[in-house]
């Protein structure tokens, strides 16, 4: 049985994108079969995996064009790719009835190929995020460790805290995560403290720390993992993939 995980912030720059394409490869590569599908128009992730070309998009499949074809990225990794197409989605399934169940019901055959199922949202609240928490099972909510990333959180959990009531009782938060963190900072270290507080065992213990092989790896087309195995961004995430393994065991 899947398990679909929606990585979602409505907030940019606090690392989702880099966050799906490694947590994927890290699952994939600890012999999980993962599916990837791209819901930003921006399409980062896609980007992210050097897929330039694709015969079906995620846009194709949420306007019934197609139904879903996978990329395949190596063993066990498989992406359902976004493109600008998406940015013109939500207008055009705005009259549709049962829209918010769009995506849902569109992976519901493919999602049962795989272990686990990551969506990468979009940097909004609007209907490509709520597609996306309606087909999850959990969502997980990477943060920066700065004063102004928590201010944000009460928004989207109370859009999450609509979904379960009004379209999927199913979906949790399940997993909380800092990126670009820096022990030697005491805000980190502060901010770090205070969302324990909210979350609680929420809270992975693992923080992705500052590492620039994590901004590199997406212009050669590359997980963190393949890019520079030995670096502290691939330390970070395969200690992450850890946590959610066992988590799930």
């Known amino acids: 049985m899947s398990i679909t995980i929606a990585i979602s912030n409505h907030k940019g720059g606090v690392g989702k994108t880099t966050s799906t394409v490694n947590i994927g490869a890290g699952l994939a590569r600890a012999g999980k079969k993962v599916l990837l599908i791209d819901m930003d128009p921006q399409a980062n992730m896609t980007q992210s995996y050097g897929v330039t070309t694709a015969d079906v998009?995620?846009?194709?499949?949420?306007?019934?064009?197609?139904?879903?074809?996978?990329?395949?990225?190596?063993?066990?990794?498989?992406?359902?790719?976004?493109?600008?197409?998406?940015s013109g989605a939500e207008m055009e399934l705005s009259n549709e009835t049962g829209r918010e169940y769009i995506l849902r019901e569109s992976i519901a055959e493919i999602s049962k190929e795989y272990d686990y199922v990551l969506i990468d949202c979009p940097p909004s609240l609007g209907l490509l995020t709520i597609n996306a928490l309606t087909a999850a099972d959990e969502v997980y909510i990477p943060l920066q460790a700065h004063y102004l990333a928590i201010k944000g959180l009460t928004k989207i959990v109370e859009v999450i805290g609509k979904v379960k009531k009004r379209l999927n009782k199913n979906v949790e938060i399940t997993g909380v995560f800092v990126t670009q963190f820096d022990k030697r900072k005491v805000l980190h270290r502060d901010v770090v403290e205070t969302i324990y507080t909210y979350f609680q065992d929420k809270l992975f213990d693992t923080r992705i720390r500052d590492n620039i092989a994590l901004a590199e790896a997406p212009s050669q087309g590359l997980d963190i993992f393949r890019y520079d195995p030995e670096c502290k961004g691939a330390e970070d995430y395969k200690l992450l993939c850890d946590e959610i393994l066992q988590r799930h065991s």
């Open 57 to 86: 998009s995620i846009y194709e499949i949420l306007t019934s064009q197609s139904k879903p074809v996978a990329v395949n990225i190596f063993e066990n990794l498989d992406v359902l790719p976004s493109t600008l197409d998406l």
